[in-house]
């Protein structure tokens, strides 16, 4: 190959062409499609983390808020007055229950149950009916903990209890807080992005809240398969990237799903119409290279014949050229060298002729007196 090159002028053109002109090509178009999708991912690798950092916030004002209001009610001495007689319409219970949950009413629903199980009090319209097992479940956790826990609901939701004591310890009742579907859009809704899914688990990944609650326990289940399994959250043929922000409390993580601009699919798609153009810039950039090298190796080409012609004893050759630049110049200066060298050429043989003919007539008129003398000599004798 590097003998093709050098055995020319055309070819080393050809080359330089075909370089200058395909390079900034393939640049364009592998390199800076490359570039453009590694800022993209960046971006939103940025993007899912801000939008994280605020729903962190968020999520530690809530849990916060709710352990505030449930060591408030659990010291509260009109709740222990309250769950030691089985007064279910004491007015100053629930002053102090509205006065101890303010704001948080918006986002969840605080209980006030007695040792038994059964809810006595609640910031709802309606006082759940449906007794809650001591011996099981967030209760249970409640009554062996002297602070707050925090167990998922039924279906999704956040259930968090504290257990209400005597000084000696015995367990009076339960103040129970349950954070649901609603509430959590509310509070975390505005930090979600279109197209984009929050998910809440708690540590064991059980769902707590998701955005699309119709397919939360489909997400989550395959989340939960992928870690059992050591694999990352997201793969390369994921349409969406998973982002995980632990919170610092009972093992919960926010999990952020966000859709990808450039999924498997639109990348495999930019592959091919990137290949596709490359292999029409490549005959594009060959058919130009090849074209212009011939256009300007023309000229170059012609002198070395016209100059090949000349060596070979061809004195009469003459370069024709219709251009104005350096070339044609070139060609004129050929040109004049050729007719001055066929008059030299010329003069020097009529000069060689005459000095020929000198000679000759100088040998006849040394030949004339020799000649008579040999004559008289022979006659002597």
């Known amino acids: 190959m590097s003998a093709w090159i050098k055995s020319s002028f055309r070819n080393r053109l050809f080359v330089t062409l075909l370089l200058a002109t395909l390079l900034p090509l393939l640049l364009c178009d592998v390199v800076m499609m490359r570039i453009i999708i590694t800022r993209n991912e960046r971006a939103l690798a940025e993007q899912a983390s801000a939008g994280l950092a605020r729903l962190h916030e968020d999520m530690d004002w809530l849990l916060d808020e709710l352990e505030s209001a449930a060591d408030c009610l659990a010291a509260n001495t009109a709740v222990h007055s309250a769950l030691r007689r089985g007064d279910n319409d004491s007015r100053l219970l629930y002053q102090v229950l509205y006065q101890n949950t303010g704001q948080m009413r918006e986002y969840a629903r605080f209980d006030i149950y007695d040792r038994f199980g059964q809810c006595r009090y609640s910031t709802d319209n309606v006082v759940a009916e449906e007794q809650l097992d001591p011996a099981w479940g967030v209760l249970y956790s409640a009554g062996k903990s002297r602070g707050l826990v925090y167990r998922s609901g039924a279906e999704q939701g956040l259930l968090a209890a504290r257990a209400v004591r005597t000084y000696d310890g015995r367990v009076l009742g339960y ?123 023309k000229p170059v080409h012609e002198m070395d014949e016209a100059m090949g012609r000349v060596e070979k004893g061809e004195f009469d050759v003459s370069n024709q050229t219709d251009a104005s630049d350096e070339f044609a110049r070139l060609a004129a200066s050929f040109n004049r060298m050729t007719a001055e060298y066929r008059q030299n050429l010329a003069r020097s043989v009529q000069r060689q002729k005459e000095l020929n003919e000198t000679q000759l007539r100088m040998m006849q008129a040394q030949l004339n007196p020799h000649f008579l003398c040999n004559t008289l000599d022979t006659m002597k004798w």
């Open 175 to 297: 103040v129970v807080m349950g954070v649901e579907q609603a509430g959590f859009d509310r509070l975390l809704g505005s930090h979600i992005d279109t197209g984009s899914d929050l998910i809440l688990v708690d540590g064991l990944w059980h769902n707590i809240y998701c955005s699309q609650s119709s397919r939360a326990e489909e997400m989550v289940q395959s989340l939960k398969d992928r870690l059992l399994a050591g694999q990352a959250l997201t793969g390369e043929r994921d349409e969406c990237n998973y982002c995980v922000e632990p919170l610092e409390r009972d093992g919960f993580c926010l999990v952020l799903k966000q859709p990808k601009t450039y999924t498997a699919t639109v990348k495999q798609s930019i592959e091919v119409v990137s290949l596709l153009t490359g292999i029409l810039c490549l005959l594009l950039c060959l058919w130009t290279a090849w074209t212009l090298s011939r256009y300007l190796s």
